[in-house]
Structures are given as C-alpha cells and as structure tokens.
C-alpha cells in the first residue's frame, strides 16, 4: 500500500488573491488588452507562460502570499 501524502502540514503556496489576479491576466490575455512592460509601449501579451508571470507580479505587488522569484 502507498503512502499518502499529507498537504495539510504544508498549506497553501499561493492566496486565493493571487489565484484571482493570475485569473484575471488569463482573461486580459484572452481579450487581448493585457500588455508587457510599463506605459503604452509595452506589446500584446500572446504566451499563457508570460500571463501568468505577468498575474503573478501583480499580486505581490498587492501583497498576495506568493513564493518569491527563483
């Protein structure tokens, strides 16, 4: 019989916050108004990976519980 792993000890890597803002980023994406770097300069999101790094930054600038960059 295999052993079980337990994901209570640990608890959760990201907020339910962060998980929204990272949702909302997929959905601007989607739409097609989610933009790269600051002002109007920035291009047209296309990667699902870069979305979501993109949501990712966000929420911490919010103060989400997110694991800080590798």
Do not use: F
Request: charged fraction near 40%; hydrophobic fraction near 25%; aromatic fraction near 2%.
């Amino acid at each position: 019989m295999p052993a079980k792993k337990s994901t209570r000890s640990r608890g959760r890597k990201y907020s339910k916050g962060a998980s929204k803002t990272v949702a909302s980023a997929m959905r601007r994406r989607k739409k097609g108004t989610l933009k790269s770097g600051k002002g109007g300069k920035g291009g047209e999101v296309k990667s699902r990976k870069q979305a979501i790094a993109i949501g990712l930054s966000e929420a911490r600038k919010k103060g989400a519980k997110v694991p800080k960059k590798k």
